[in-house]
C-alpha cells in the first residue's frame, strides 16, 4: 500500500510507520490525521470523513491496538508502530455476519455511518459477547450518529450479532427476505445492504477510478468562501495562492464561460460572487484554488486575499421586510413570495364561534446534518480547445438532470456533452436539491483539462447549502360549542436567506397544510417567504408542513381544553372524509380514509395512557406526496434485457437512504417475474428520464408507477435483449394554490396521514415512549417503511426538543458550527418507538402508494409540546422546546 504515496501528490519526507490490516505500511508525515493518510495515501474508503477533525460523528472509528477510536482525532505520531484495524481488516466470515445482521434487521439507510458504527459494535461485541443488548450497545454509541435510521433498527442488528455463535442465523434470515424481495409488499433487503454496511459502495468521495480506470493525477480544489455576509467585493488577489505548492490553477467569477447563476426555480445564486459584486450569505463563493492534494489546495485557499467594503446585513425578516434597501445583490425587493388565499368569511366564522384561540408560533431553523459532505468528481475528456469534449460528473445531488442543465449553462456547453451519474449519496433530506459544489468543481475540471474532485468540510457544508425555514405563524382557530371546527385564520413570515432555492415552495406548501386534515368552515391563509442575510432556506423533509401543522395542532388541543374534550376527539370530529372541502378548496378522494383509519389505530394506544394516569401528547398530520399545484410532474424508467443474463433498471430518482432504488428492483422483479438478484438499479443522464428534484416523497410513488409501465412494455414486447424499454408515469392533473379560475381546485394528488403520541416522564420531562401510526397507501417494503418512520420520528424529536441553526444577529453568520453543537439526540436518549403501518390506498396510483418519508415528522412536535403541557400544565409555542422557557 505504502507505493501508492507516489499518486497522491503528497511531498514525500518523513514518513510514519504502523501495521494496517496485518500489514506493515508507512506514511506521509504531514497528513492531518489518521483518516486523511488511511484515505488520500493508503485509499482505505471504509472509514468516511463526516466532521473531520471534530470526531463528532464518528463514521472513521477504527480500532487502535483493539481499542475503537475515531481515527480523524488521532495524530500520526500516535499511530507510529501500532497496530490500526478497519473493516477491511476484519476476518471474511465477521464481515458477513455484520452486513448479514445489518441488511435482515433493516439497520441501515443511506449507509454512510454504518461501517463506524459496526467498528465500534465490534468492539462491544467482542468484549462482552452474546451479554450485549440493544440497551446497552445504545450507551457505547454516543460518538457516532445515525441520521436516517433512528437507531432502533441499528441496535437490533448489533444484537443479532452478539446473541448468535456463528453467521448462520443471519445468513439464513437474509436468504429468507432475498426470497420475498421480488415482490411488492415484502420485507426484502434494502439494494446494496451488504455493501454498505461493510463501506464497501463508493460514495463521491471514495472513487478512485473511472470506467475501469485509476484516476491517477486527480486533482482536487477547495473553496474560497467570503468572510462577510453582505459585502461589496472590491479586489480578489490569487497570487499567492497561484505561486503554492502544487496549485494548478486559481479561478473566480471572471472565468466562467457561461452564466453566473444557477438555481432551480429562479436562476439568483451566484456560482461565485465576482469583484464588483456582492456577497449576499456566509456560503458565498469567491474563488476556486485547484491543486494535486487535497491538502495543497486547502493551504493555498488560505492564501486567497479579499478586500471588501462591509455592508450591515439583514437578519431580521420582519426589517427586511419593511425596508427599501435590497438585501441581495442584483435583487428587487425582499419579498421572495406571497401565497394567499380565502374561503368563506372568516370574520364572520371566528365571531360566531363559541371558543377562539389566538396564539403566535415560533420555529427554528435546522441544518439538515447528513452525515455525507457534499463531493462532486468532474472528468474531462477531449483535448484543450477541441470542439468534441464532454464531461462525466459523479454527483450526490438530488436531481442529477438538473445539475446537468445548470453545469451546461455555466459552461456554456451543450446538454449532451455533459452525463451525469448518481452516486447515492450518504443523507439528504431535501439539502441535497440545490447544488453545492458540482458547478466549480466542474469548471476546474473543464477549465484544467483534468479530473477534479472536491468535498466540502463540515463547515463548508454548514454555511453553503439551504436549511429549514424558521417561520413565525400568527394563528386565529375557532369551533362551536361541541368541538366543531368553524375558522381559521393563518398568517406567516418565513426566513427564506438570500436565494430563492425552493423557499417560495417551502411557504406555499405551508400556506396550503395550514389547516391540517381537517374541516374547516372558512380558512383565511397568508404565507410570506423574505429574503435576508441569514442562511439560504429551502426544502427539508416536511417542506414547510411541519412548521404549520405545529401550529394549527396546538390551537387544536387549546380548542379540545375549552370545549371540554380530549385532543383525540376533537380531531375524530374534524378529520376529513371523502367528499369534504379541505383547506384551500380542494375535494377529497377516499386516499384520505387513512386519516381517519390512523385515529382508529392509535386510539387503544391512547385511552390506555390517558387512563393508567401518564402524560400524553397526541397529534395527526398531512403531507402531499409530489408537487402538485399544477406542476406537470413527468417519471420514465428505462428497462434492459443485458446479454450476460441481468436486467438493468434505469429510473430518474436520487437513493439516499429512503430506498428507492430498492422499490425499483421490487417492482420490477414482481411485474416481470424474474429473480431480483439479476437486477441492476442505475442513474444517469444518458437517457431523458428525470424531470426535476427527489422532493416531496414522490420517488416512491412516481418511480414504482414509471419501472410498473416500463415492465409492462417488456412484457408486452417479449423482453427482447438489447432493448430500452421505456415506461412514463404522471401526474399532469393538479391545479395551483390560490387560482382564481379553478373553481374546484385540486391541489395534490395524493396525501399521506399520521397520527403519533407521545409519553412523557412526569418527573423528567422527557419523552420515554412515542406510538406511530402512518398510512403509506402501500408499504412497497414494510421493513425499509417501518425504517423510514423511526428515522423521522428521531429528527422529530430532535427539531421539537433541542436542534437549532441559529446564526448572529450582527453578522449573519452561523454560530452552531459543529456536530456536537446542533444537539441531535443520540443513541442512548432514543424513546421506545413502537411503528404501526396503515395501508389505505390512494386511487389512480401505482399499488395504491402514497408516500412515507415527509409525513413522518409532521405530526412530532405538536405531540411532545402536548405531552409536555400535560407534564406541567404550560402551553408552548416555540422550537426547539428547551427555548420556550416559563416566565419567572
Known sequence: MADLASETGISAGERVGFTLNGQPVTVAANHPHLLAA???????????????????????????????????????????DREVLTLEGVEEPERQTYADAFSACGGLQCGFCIPGIVMRAKSQVDKKGSALTADAMSRHLGGNLCRCTGYVKVLEAIETVAKQSDSEVSVERVRLELARAGTVGGRGVKYEASELALGDRDYVDDIRSHQGQSLDGMLHASLYLTDHARADITSIDTSAAQAAAGVVAVYTAADIPGDLKVGIIHTDWPVMI???????????VLAIVVADSRINSRAAVELVKVDYDVLVPFTDPKVALASDEDAVWGLDGNTLSLT?????????ALASSAHVVHETFHTQRIEHAFLEPESTLAIPSGELG????????????????????????????????IVVELVSNGGAFGGKEDMSNQAHTSLAAWMTGQPVKCTLSREESFRMHAKRHPIEMEVWAGCDAEGNLTGLRFHAIGDSGPYASVGMKVLERAAGHASGPYRWDAVEVEAVAVRTNNPVCGAFRGFGANQAQFATEGCLDRLAEKVGISGWDIRKRNVVHPGDVWGPGQIMDDGCLGAEACLDQIKPHYDAAVEAGEAVGLALGLKNSGLGNGFKEISKACIRFEEDGTVSVWHGWTEMGQGVHTVALQVAAQELAI?????TVLVDTRRELGLGQTTGSRGTLMGAGSVKA??????????????????????????????????????????????????????????ERVVAVHDVGKAVNPLLCEGQVEGAVHMGLG???????????????PTNMTLRSLDI?????????????????????????????????????????????????????????????APE
Open 38 to 80: 488511511l484515505r488520500e495515501e493508503l485509499h482505505v474508503t471504509s472509514v468516511k470523513d463526516g466532521c473531520s477533525p471534530t470526531g463528532q460523528c464518528g463514521c472513521c472509528t477504527v480500532h487502535l491496538d483493539g481499542k475503537a477510536q475515531v481515527s480523524c482525532q488521532i495524530s500520526l505520531e500516535k499511530v507510529a
Open 340 to 348: 394567499e388565499f380565502t374561503r368563506g368569511d372568516v370574520s364572520e
Open 710 to 767: 416500463a415492465a409492462e412494455l417488456a412484457m408486452a414486447g417479449g423482453c427482447e435483449i438489447g432493448v430500452d424499454y421505456v415506461g412514463e408515469y404522471r401526474v399532469d392533473w393538479t391545479t395551483k394554490l390560490g387560482d382564481p379560475d379553478v373553481e374546484t381546485p385540486l391541489i395534490h394528488s395524493t396525501f399521506s396521514y399520521a397520527s403519533q403520541m407521545m409519553i412523557a416522564n412526569r418527573d423528567k420531562g422527557t419523552i
Open 274 to 284: 465576482p469583484v464588483g459584486g456582492r456577497t449576499s450569505y456566509a456560503g458565498d
Open 386 to 417: 477541441s470542439t468534441n469534449r464532454s464531461l462525466h460528473v459523479y454527483s450526490g445531488g438530488q436531481g442529477v438532470w438538473d445539475d446537468r442543465n445548470q453545469i451546461a449553462a455555466v459552461l456554456a456547453i451543450e446538454h449532451d456533452q
Open 675 to 679: 429473480d431480483p438478484n439479476r437486477i
Open 825 to 885: 439526540i443520540r443513541a442512548k436518549d432514543v424513546p421506545k418507538i413502537e411503528v404501526i403501518l396503515v395501508e389505505a390506498p390512494q386511487p389512480d396510483s401505482p399499488y395504491g402508494i402514497k408516500g412515507v418519508g415527509e409525513i413522518g415528522l409532521v405530526p412530532t412536535a405538536p405531540a411532545v409540546a402536548g405531552a409536555l403541557r400535560a407534564v406541567d400544565g404550560r402551553w408552548r409555542t416555540i422550537l426547539p422546546l428547551k427555548n420556550d422557557i
Open 799 to 813: 427539531y421539537a426538543l433541542s436542534e437549532e441553526f441559529p446564526t448572529d444577529p450582527d453578522t449573519a453568520f
